[in-house]
């Protein structure tokens, strides 16, 4: 069965260093997503983005943070300067496009972003 | 903007037993889509089972159904025969309006089965 994959499964980061988190979606699906959960809390969206550039984007996605698809299988999100407040658990996501109607996201296994 | 909240910070059940989870939300589109996905301890999110808005008919999978009460904007999980593996965290949650495919999530319950 088609998965979406995300490494790495844990990343440890110093506080002020750039982080890249990867994620390959299911290969036939065009919208793709980041989520993050902070531990404990609910989970957040962060972007969307489809035909190579971001559909929408939540507050929490500011100047520090962008995604980018560059080439036909990996979706990235950077962070630029990381903050402890980014530690958490980051979620990739993509989906089918239907004609009218929404198809369920798929979600990755997730990528736990320690910031120290 | 859309909400989504989930009432019950965290419920318990009997192996065997049924249980249901709450979910409220608050939306004024019509068109939309509701989500309950399971976060078992590894951590990954896990549709369970998803509701049209335009459909009456409360959807089912296998052990699991919702009760929609759109008027009451209510979403509600029912798991029959609960099993030690649905132990898990689980989000209700929206998508609909002009971000189909955006998820909005409730706070999450986290339900325990008991042997």
């Known amino acids: 069965e088609p998965e979406v994959t995300q490494t790495p499964s844990h990343q440890v980061t110093q506080m002020g260093q750039e982080v890249i988190l990867r994620c390959v979606p299911i290969?036939?699906?065009?919208?793709f997503y980041w989520y993050r959960q902070i531990l404990g809390q609910k989970v957040e969206f962060l972007v969307s983005?489809?035909?190579?550039?971001?559909?929408?984007k939540s507050e929490i996605f500011d100047d520090q943070f962008s995604v980018e698809r560059p080439d036909g299988s990996n979706f990235t999100l950077k962070i630029r300067s990381t903050k402890l407040e980014d530690s958490a658990m980051y979620f990739c996501a993509s989906r089918l496009q239907g004609d009218s109607l929404p198809t369920e996201a798929f979600f990755g296994q997730g990528t736990r972003l320690t910031v120290v | 903007a859309q909400t989504v909240t989930q009432s019950q910070p965290e419920m318990s059940v009997q192996e065997a037993e049924t249980v249901t989870l709450s979910c409220t939300y608050d939306?004024?589109?019509?068109?939309?889509?509701l989500f309950w996905y399971k976060q078992p301890p590894s951590r990954q999110m896990i549709l369970v089972i998803r509701?049209?808005?335009?459909?009456?008919q409360n959807a089912t999978e296998n052990r699991f159904s919702v009760n929609f009460q759109k008027a009451a904007k209510s979403f509600s999980l029912k798991i029959s025969d609960s099993q030690l593996g649905d132990t898990a965290m689980y989000f209700c949650?929206?998508?609909?309006?002009?971000?189909?495919?955006?998820?909005?999530f409730g706070q999450g319950t986290i339900l325990t089965v008991h042997p």
């Open positions: 290969s036939n699906h065009l919208y």
């Open positions: 949650a929206w998508s609909g309006g002009t971000s189909y495919g955006k998820l909005t």
């Open positions: 983005f489809y035909n190579n550039e971001i559909s929408e």
């Open positions: 939306t004024s589109e019509s068109n939309y889509y």
């Open positions: 509701q049209e808005a335009y459909k009456q």
